[in-house]
Nanobody, 120 residues
């Protein structure tokens, strides 16, 4: 069974930085695209950034120039470096991966979420 586990959330002041990590575990044949999404209270989940297995990235306009998505394919690990954080970045951040597991066709998997709070 495939699991995605996030870490790195927390409380940070405006202008500060955080780095999120997400590691996929299980009997994995291939990890294709991965991404970060977020959901603020009372709002729908929204895309933050995605990255293909070849390293092609895509960002929401609201985070361009401040956030950087990256991955280590050998470790099945995804990262999100968040700089110049703003109060409006406060949300639960979720990791997503499109993964081909040994006993299951390619499917979307989600982490449990990690809280990021930007406040003075």
């Amino acid at each position: 069974q495939v699991q995605l586990v996030e870490s790195g959330g927390g409380l940070v002041q405006p202008g500060g930085s955080l780095r999120l990590s997400c590691t996929a575990s299980g009997i994995i044949i291939r990890v294709n695209s991965m991404g970060w999404y977020r959901q603020a209270p009372g709002k729908q989940r929204e895309l933050v950034a995605t990255i293909t297995s070849g390293g092609v990235t895509n960002y929401a306009d609201s985070v361009k120039g401040r956030f950087t998505i990256s991955r280590e394919n050998a470790k099945n690990t995804l990262y999100l470096q968040m700089n110049s954080l703003k109060p409006e970045d406060t949300a639960v951040y979720y990791c997503n991966g499109r993964i081909r597991a040994l006993t299951r066709p390619e499917s979307d998997y989600w982490g449990q979420g990690t809280q990021v709070t930007v406040s003075s």
